[in-house]
């Protein structure tokens, strides 16, 4: 037989269970409501906060793209600032090296004019003098000494020079620059489909060491500001270095067309001396000459005279033989007498005038030694201002064609010279 099978636990009445059914439907109806609020909302907020994150990222790259026109702009500005550098910096080391030579060159005049000053040491005797010569080659050396203080004055300041540090600081901004640019050039071409994006600890922390716009800003002008100073007096330098170079090469061209001037009249004058001192020897040697045979006439005439004395005197002995009243005083000792009397005064004045014409003589052989040793020393000195005067074509013949000329003494000092010597060594 069937059984009647009975759920256990709590019954509900239909009204409960209609009120129930009710309850749930108004709370969909309410969940509904409040999740279509919910939803609207959330794309509203969707769509706000998505035009905000484009716009905010749109102004942020537009802000990039400005940071890096700006920070581009002031490396072109520190680029062209910094090729001008270099130009200045090379400008400057070529008229300091050219500075250099210049002093370097000023070695070469400084040695001729003492290498003339010690050729003209060799000088002898009276043409020991202090001519025009020696005062314009001492003048020499001090214009050259000068020159090279001036030059030395001039090229120190170029090694001290602060365009090359103003120079480190440009290039050390630039740097700066160039790394900002590649790092503001990657961040404006992220996006967020890049794989190298990632969250990052306290993004938005200040970090050590920034600076204000108006810093980065003055910074770069600073850097520029000091830079064109440099470069200005760079330029100054290098205007002061060139024009010391050009005047101490003009001052020391005009000192030695001075000094060469000197040294030509000189040698001029010597010639003049030379060529008189030669007709004065000449004239000399011809009244020796002269002399020389005028005395050998006079002692042969002297001898002639003493040969008549020895008669006169040999007839006036012999007659003092004659016998008794022969022994007379006629006309013939009275002749005889007076021609002793004649030929002894005779004998006494060609004796006198033999020893003033010996004493001339001795007076013009001592003159025409020193006559010839003069003409010695102006030979010595023509040769020494000649070996001076080709020494210094050194000063205006290129080195690699200066070819020293070995016959320096060259005019008719030259063919007179071994006439010279022999009668100088004759004398001695």
């Not at 009244?287 to 003493?306: G, Q, S, T």
């Amino acid at each position: 037989m069937a059984t009647l099978s009975v759920k256990p636990g709590q019954r509900f009445s239909l009204p409960d269970w209609r009120s129930n059914a009710e309850l749930l439907s108004a709370n969909a109806e309410r969940r509904r409501a409040a999740s279509h609020r919910v939803r609207q909302e959330g794309r509203v907020l969707r769509n706000e906060t998505s035009n905000q994150t484009k716009w905010d990222e749109q102004d942020n790259k537009t802000r990039l793209t400005e940071r890096i026109d700006s920070v581009n702009r002031w490396k072109e500005t520190l680029d062209k600032c910094l090729a001008d550098t270099d130009a200045e910096i090379d400008a400057l080391a070529k008229v300091k090296e050219a500075a250099e030579h210049a002093l370097q060159a000023k070695n070469l005049p400084l040695d001729v004019a003492i290498e003339c000053l010690t050729l003209r040491e060799s000088r002898r005797a009276i043409d020991v003098v202090r001519d025009p010569v020696e005062e314009e080659l001492h003048k020499e050396v001090e214009v050259i000494e000068k020159a090279k203080r001036d030059l030395q004055q001039r090229v120190s300041p170029a090694f001290r020079s602060l365009l090359q540090e103003a120079r480190q600081q440009l290039s050390l901004d630039q740097r700066g620059k160039v790394e900002a640019l590649d790092i503001d050039r990657v961040c404006l071409s992220l996006s967020v489909n890049a794989p190298n994006i990632s969250f990052k600890v306290n993004p938005t922390r200040v970090p050590d060491g920034s600076t204000s716009l108006q810093e980065w800003d003055d910074y770069s002008q600073r850097n520029k500001e000091h830079a064109e100073a440099e470069m200005k007096a760079s330029n100054e330098l290098r205007e002061a270095i060139a024009l010391t170079i050009a005047q101490t090469n003009n001052e020391l061209e005009a000192q030695r067309v001075a000094t060469e001037f000197a040294l030509r009249k000189r040698i001029r004058d010597l010639e003049k001396a030379y060529d008189e001192l030669k007709w004065q020897e000449k004239n000399t040697l011809e009244e020796i000459a002269e002399m020389e045979e005028d005395i050998r006439r006079l002692e042969e005439d002297l001898r002639r005279k003493m040969k008549d004395l020895k008669l006169a005197h040999t007839r006036l002995e012999t007659r003092t033989q004659r016998p008794n009243v022969e022994l007379c005083r006629d006309q013939v000792q009275y002749g005889l007498t007076d021609e002793v009397r004649q030929l002894e005064g005779t004998i006494s004045a060609l004796q006198q005038k033999l020893a003033q014409s010996q004493g001339a003589l001795d007076a013009l052989y001592k003159h025409l030694y020193r006559i010839q040793t003069d003409i010695g020393y102006k030979a010595n000195s023509l040769v020494l201002d000649n070996k001076c005067l080709d020494t210094r074509r050194k000063l205006t013949v290129p080195a690699e064609k200066f070819v020293p000329e070995l016959d320096t003494f060259n005019r008719t000092t030259n063919r007179a010279l071994p006439a010279l010597q022999s009668r100088q060594l004759q004398l001695a």
